[in-house]
Nanobody, 119 residues
Framework: QVQLVESGGGLVQAGGSLRLSCVAS????????MGWFRQAPGKERELVAR?????????YYADSVKGRSTISRDNAKTTVFLQMTSLKPEDTAVYYC???????????WGQGTQVTVSS
């Protein structure tokens, strides 16, 4: 199993920035990809960004955050980050970190961190 713990959420004004962190522990050697998802009230969970855990190459951004967000991970391969800038009220959601053995098999999830953007 892989354990994931997110941090970095909070309340920010529109136009502001936040950096979310997700620390991975346990069987991290089994991870192929790491991603950030978000779920707003009344909406389905959506993939925001995804990164190859081993190469660190950023492979995907949702159109809604492209150009405003950057996913990265540390060289020790313990933490994945999501830097978000120019935040909008529609970015308000619970953000989840997930680890996958493939891009279609997200097998481990964090508990989520709330991001609230005020207008």
């Amino acid at each position: 199993q892989v354990q994931l713990v997110e941090s970095g959420g909070g309340l920010v004004q529109a136009g502001g920035s936040l950096r979310l962190s997700c620390v991975a522990s346990g069987r991290t050697f089994s991870i192929y990809t790491m991603g950030w998802f978000r779920q707003a009230p009344g909406k389905e969970r959506e993939l925001v960004a995804r990164i190859n855990w081993w190469t660190g190459a950023s492979t995907y951004y949702a159109d809604s955050v492209k150009g405003r967000s950057t996913i990265s991970r540390d060289n020790a391969k313990t933490t994945v980050f999501l830097q978000m800038t120019s935040l909008k009220p529609e970015d308000t959601a619970v953000y989840y970190c997930a680890a996958g053995q493939s891009i279609s098999n997200w097998s481990n999830w964090g508990q989520g961190t709330q991001v609230t953007v005020s207008s």
